[in-house]
């Protein structure tokens, strides 16, 4: 049973950056396409971005493009995502989910989503 | 904001059949396989429909998904009270350079 598990809460100031990562287990992580998806508080989903490890290209929302950073550590099955100059609005819940088919560009879907990490921006 | 769009909230009574509308356009839901999600509260979303009509393993054949052109829709017929949740649609568009799109969610209420 494949499992994705995120790091924890993160409060961060305003400017900075934050990295939360995502470890998959129960499956062969170098074969997955890992997106990253956000959720503000009451609000719906919102697409970041996501990553091929095994050839390790990430694309981004052009939304997010020149912000985000999708990696992934193939030595230890996890994808990373960092967020940078952060403001208020970056306050959000951030969810991992594997990708299915693997390496269909466009009619994919969620099969597998991380557990959320809570990240706050604020003064 | 979302580029899907549905209806802020539906109900009904248990056992009733509830239908939620999918809004999209020709450079994703036209073009694009759709997929639905259920998302429990203070929960990560759930994988509910995929490829239109396709429903993952475990999810019950009370859920069903069609669509047709521009739009799709998400059936529940047999509502029980934990189909109390948010719904989202959702498709690849193939628009900004292309990009995963989600609806703008629907609250299902169950009487």
């Known amino acids: 049973q494949v499992q994705l598990v995120q790091s924890g809460a993160e409060v961060k100031k305003p400017g900075s950056s934050v990295k939360v990562s995502c470890k998959a287990s129960g499956g062969t992580f170098s074969s997955y396409t890992i997106s990253w998806v956000r959720q503000a508080p009451g609000q719906g989903l919102e697409w970041m971005g996501r990553i091929i490890p095994i050839l390790g290209i990430a694309n981004y929302a052009q939304k997010f493009q020149g912000r985000v950073t999708i990696t992934a550590d193939k030595s230890t099955s996890t994808a990373y995502m960092e967020l940078s100059s952060l403001r208020s609005e970056d306050t959000a819940v951030y969810y991992c989910a594997r990708q299915s088919p693997p390496h269909d560009y466009s009619r994919f879907y969620f099969d597998y989503w991380g557990q959320g990490t809570l990240v706050t921006v604020s003064s | 904001q979302s580029v899907l769009t549905q209806p802020p909230s539906a109900s009904g009574t248990p056992g009733q059949r509830v239908t939620i509308s999918c809004s999209g356009s020709?450079?994703?839901?036209?073009?694009?396989?759709v997929n639905w999600y259920q998302q429990l509260p203070g929960t990560a979303p759930k994988l509910l429909i995929y490829s239109n009509n396709q429903r993952p393993s475990g999810v019950p054949d009370r859920f069903s998904g069609s669509k047709s052109g521009t739009s799709a829709s998400l059936a529940i017929s047999g509502l029980q009270s934990e189909d109390e949740a948010d719904y989202y649609c959702?498709?690849?568009?193939?628009?900004?350079?292309?990009?995963?799109?989600f609806g703008t969610g629907t609250k299902v209420t169950v009487l």
């Open positions: 959702a498709a690849w568009d193939d628009s900004l350079n292309g990009r995963y799109v």
């Open positions: 020709s450079s994703n839901i036209g073009s694009n396989t």
